[in-house]
T-cell receptor, first 115, second 118 residues
Framework: AQSVTQLGSHVSVSEGALVLLRCNYS??????LFWYVQYPNQGLQLLLK??????LVKGINGFEAEFKKSETSFHLTKPSAHMSDAAEYFC?????????????FGKGTVLTVNP | GAVVSQHPSWVICKSGTSVKIECRSL??????MFWYRQFPKQSLMLMAT?????????EQGVEKDKFLINHASLTLSTLTVTSAHPEDSSFYIC??????????????FGAGTRLSVL
C-alpha cells in the first residue's frame, strides 16, 4: 500500500519569500511522485513529476522538488512566492511497477501569499 | 495540449433522480480514465478506473450499481449517479491518461463537477 502525508494543511508566506510545501510518502516499491496545483473552480494541473533519473526536478512556474529516498520526502519549493501562486497543492504517489497508474493523493496544502 | 473537459461544472438535483457527468479528452485519446470524489478539506479519493471498451474497476467500498461508469470511446467517459441522495453530494473529478510507457504515468484532470442533492 502507498500513502502520502502533507504536513500543514495551510501555509502562508509573504510575496517574495521562499515557498516550502512538505510531502512525505510511503511505498513498498520505488515510487513515482507528483505535485499538482488546483486553482479555485479549476481542475488539477501537473506542476512536476519524478519518475527516474535526476532527483531534483524542475517544474512549471518556477517550482522544483527533490526526491530524497532516505527521508521518503518530495518537498516542493519556490525561491520567491508570487501572488499568483496562491492555490491548493496536492502531492501524489504512484507505484512504479504494475500495469495501472493509480495515484494516491495527500490531503492538500492551501498556500496563501500575502502582499 | 492534453485538455480534459468535464460537464456540467455544477448540478443540483432532487433526491431519487439520476445525474450524468461527462468527461472528455479534447486533444488526445484517453485509454484510461479515472473518477475521483473529493469531500471538503479532504483528499481526492479514487472511485474507479475505466479502460476504453471494458468494464470499470471500482475501488473497495464504492457501489458499482450506484455509480455507473461508461467508457465507450477513447475520448469520452461518463459517470451516472443513480437514485441520488443527499449523502452523494460532493465534488466529482475525472482524469485521463494516454497509452504509452511514459504517457500513462501522467493524469490530466477535468475541472470537476459539484453535485448537490436536495
Amino acid at each position: 500500500a502507498q500513502s502520502v502525508t502533507q504536513l500543514g494543511s495551510h501555509v502562508s508566506v509573504s510575496e517574495g519569500a521562499l515557498v516550502l510545501l512538505r510531502c512525505n510518502y510511503s511505498s513498498s516499491v520505488p515510487p513515482y511522485l507528483f505535485w499538482y496545483v488546483q486553482y479555485p473552480n479549476q481542475g488539477l494541473q501537473l506542476l512536476l513529476k519524478y519518475t527516474t533519473g535526476a532527483t531534483l526536478v524542475k517544474g512549471i512556474n518556477g517550482f522544483e522538488a527533490e526526491f530524497k529516498k532516505s527521508e521518503t520526502s518530495f518537498h516542493l519549493t519556490k525561491p520567491s512566492a508570487h501572488m499568483s501562486d496562491a492555490a491548493e497543492y496536492f502531492c501524489a504517489v504512484k507505484n512504479s511497477g504494475g500495469s495501472n497508474n493509480k495515484l494516491t493523493f495527500g490531503k492538500g496544502t492551501v498556500l496563501t501569499v500575502n502582499p | 495540449g492534453a485538455v480534459v473537459s468535464q460537464h456540467p461544472s455544477w448540478v443540483i438535483c432532487k433526491s431519487g433522480t439520476s445525474v450524468k457527468i461527462e468527461c472528455r479528452s479534447l486533444d488526445f485519446q484517453a485509454t484510461t480514465m479515472f473518477w475521483y470524489r473529493q469531500f471538503p478539506k479532504q483528499s481526492l479519493m479514487l472511485m474507479a478506473t475505466s479502460n476504453e471498451g471494458s468494464k470499470a474497476t471500482y475501488e473497495q467500498g464504492v457501489e458499482k450499481d450506484k455509480f455507473l461508469i461508461n467508457h465507450a470511446s477513447l475520448t469520452l467517459s461518463t459517470l451516472t449517479v443513480t437514485s441520488a441522495h443527499p449523502e452523494d453530494s460532493s465534488f466529482y473529478i475525472c482524469s485521463a491518461s494516454q497509452f504509452g510507457m511514459e504517457a500513462k504515468n501522467i493524469q490530466y484532470f477535468g475541472a470537476g463537477t459539484r453535485l448537490s442533492v436536495l
